[in-house]
């Protein structure tokens, strides 16, 4: 047995033979896909679904809480690498299978910049039939949001502004229960109106049915069409904050520390 020692005193935080196959397994399985990427990028290619699946593999090696693959995304982009026909789909993959960094609303900007005009007519062609019953009269797509303040009335926290905001949903119970759900000193509830080109993606087939906008304040256009503070009536069980405050915590703080 392996003297696990040092001057006496017990070392504990060593791998196991288990562990350390699954850290060498992790190590070899990020190598090969960001190889991978590398090809994609010397074969200049704009195999979109070869894109997709090289940082879908990506996603899923570093896990859903790490940044790390929008960060790889980041730099070849930056470095010109990525055709501009599969920035905006592959950008759009890694926000819903990994975590961004606080960069992402220039990236969303930037990519939204480069997409191909020939890409942007069929990517709305495709919404107008998709997302036909959540448009109005004229074709914009009506959306919501849920902002909080201060959870549990004392963390110093809160969501972003409107005009800073990307994320929405096409589902207004899910909107407020994301401006509630952290039972915070006050909350509310908007209503937008958002054209079409503006809209980046969304997925249907989520429960909170998800929509990713371009924010005001990187040149998107959409309209708040009503805002309302959200009563206290419509907050969630006492029984419930409990599960919140927990959740906040392992979604949150912990990070931090």
């Avoid at 288990?18 to 704009?46: P, Q, T, W």
């Avoid at 894109?51 to 790490?66: H, I, R």
């Avoid at 819903?96 to 007519?121: C, H, M, R, T, W």
């Avoid at 069409?225 to 009536?233: A, E, L, N, P, T």
Wanted: proline share 4%; charged share 30%.
């Amino acid at each position: 047995m392996a003297d696990n020692s040092a001057n006496g005193r017990e070392i504990r935080n060593v791998l196991t033979q288990d562990e350390k196959a699954i850290n060498d397994f992790i190590n070899v399985r990020m190598k090969k896909v960001l190889a991978d990427i590398k090809d994609l990028v010397e074969e200049r290619s704009e195999d979109l679904i070869a894109w997709s699946f090289a940082f879908s593999y990506l996603c899923k090696t570093y896990g859903q809480a790490s940044d790390e693959p929008f960060k790889w995304y980041k730099y070849y982009l930056r470095e010109g690498s990525i055709p501009a026909s599969v920035q905006l789909p592959v950008l759009m993959q890694i926000y819903g299978d990994s975590s961004v960094d606080k960069g992402f609303p220039n990236i969303l900007k930037k990519v939204y910049a480069n997409e191909p005009a020939q890409d942007k007519e069929r990517r709305i062609s495709a919404m107008k039939k998709e997302l036909a019953k959540y448009l109005d009269k004229d074709g914009r797509l009506c959306a919501y949001r849920g902002s909080f303040q201060k959870p549990f009335g004392t963390k110093n926290d809160e969501s972003r502004p409107i005009e800073k905001a990307f994320s929405f949903s096409l589902d207004e119970s899910a909107a407020l229960h994301y401006a509630v759900c952290w039972f915070p000193a006050s909350a509310q509830l908007y209503t937008v109106q958002v054209p079409l080109e503006e809209v980046m993606s969304y997925n249907l087939y989520e429960e909170d049915k998800p929509v990713v906008v371009l924010p005001q304040s990187k040149g998107g256009t959409f309209q708040v069409i009503s805002q309302r503070d959200v009563d206290r009536s419509e907050y969630h069980s006492s029984e419930e904050e409990k599960y919140a405050r927990h959740a906040y915590y392992t979604n949150f703080e912990s990070r931090r520390s």
